[in-house]
């Protein structure tokens, strides 16, 4: 059977990690986490590959530690005869401040781009733009689920936005909070233990109503609060990101996202549901979310991802 290893390890928080390896099976491979007890294991499997997602933020935890162990990773799988594929999941990692960080991190990107079989990126026109191949976004839904009770998570709100995923200072959640006076927010999902610290000092000071729920969501508990919110929004503004996850989950389940930020929505759109806004003080309150998003559907599909993964492999 055909081997995919798939770096890093998929956990419950990572639906996207989670996605691609269901589609990966679905294709009839063997997945498994890239370790280097399976490395060695696979060394005979007939057409193995190596998957490589966010592998460039060792050096934003490790530093030249970690590019010396992206180097030697790379090295490895490319003596035991490993095809590698890189994921471009951004232009720099997330939260790399400062000229020498954001060198190392842009250097880490290079070694790996000069290692790579193939470059895969989620954005259509980022693709376009850096030479990259274009793969589809993984993580809609494709039939969904009951929701659940979440009478408990709304805090008696009728009306309210909501925010929800991991929780780091790239995603700019202050901004929204300084510019939204009496408005209801829900921000659900896991903090930074630092920036969390931070965002509620500016709750504090906010004229907004917000809830903080600081856990993992499950996927019932996003799809009740998102059919019952006026709109999702997403506070990233690209400069570090080629797309946006949450956008392709939130419009799968019928939902109504607002961005301000032009490179996201340049990159991602026409999507119905999807809209710019000059600033968020801005943004029109809705009572429902609307139907699921037929749109998406036709752009993403697993059939699709299957079909233009087979066919990359096949030029390898």
């Known amino acids: ?68 162990l992206i180097f ?12 590698i594929i890189w994921v471009q999941h951004n232009k720099v990692s997330h939260n790399v401040s400062g000229r020498y960080a954001r060198g190392l991190n842009a250097f880490s990107m290079y070694i790996i781009k000069r290692f790579s079989d193939y470059i895969v990126c989620h954005g259509k026109r980022f693709s376009k733009l850096s030479g990259a191949n274009y793969l589809p976004h993984p993580t809609y839904k494709e039939s969904l689920i009951e929701c659940r009770d979440i009478d408990s998570l709304r805090s008696g709100f009728q009306h309210y936005y909501l925010m ?32 969390l610290k931070y965002v509620e000092s500016v709750i504090s000071s906010s004229e907004a109503n917000v809830k903080v729920i600081n856990r993992f969501i499950s996927d019932e508990e996003v799809e009740g609060l998102v059919k019952l919110s006026s709109g999702v929004v997403v506070t990233n503004d690209g400069a570090s990101s080629v ?14 996202v607002f961005t301000s930020s032009k490179t996201l929505y340049n990159e991602m759109a026409p999507l119905r549901n999807f809209y710019l806004i000059d600033s968020w003080d801005k943004i029109n309150i809705k009572d429902r979310a609307s139907d699921t998003n037929e749109d998406l559907f036709y752009l993403n599909s697993d059939v699709k991802i299957i079909t233009a993964f087979e066919k990359m492999v096949s030029e390898i």
């Open 72 to 83: 030697g990773m790379l090295c490895l799988l490319k003596i035991l005869g490993y095809k």
């Open 243 to 256: 797309v946006s996850g949450v956008v392709y989950h939130i419009l799968s389940l019928g939902g109504t």
């Open 164 to 195: 929800f995923g991991r929780m780091q200072p790239y995603k700019k959640i202050e901004e929204f909070l300084l510019s939204c006076s009496n408005c209801n927010l829900i921000i659900a999902g896991k903090f930074d233990s630092q920036y």
């Open 1 to 68: 059977m055909k081997k995919i290893l798939i770096f890093p390890s998929g956990t419950k928080n990572n639906e996207y990690l989670n996605r691609m390896g269901e589609i990966f099976r679905k294709a009839g491979y063997d997945t498994v986490t890239l370790s280097l007890k399976e490395v060695l294991r696979s060394i005979r499997s007939g057409q193995k590959f190596a998957y490589l997602n966010w592998i460039e933020n060792q050096t934003r935890q490790r530093g030249l530690v970690g590019l010396g």
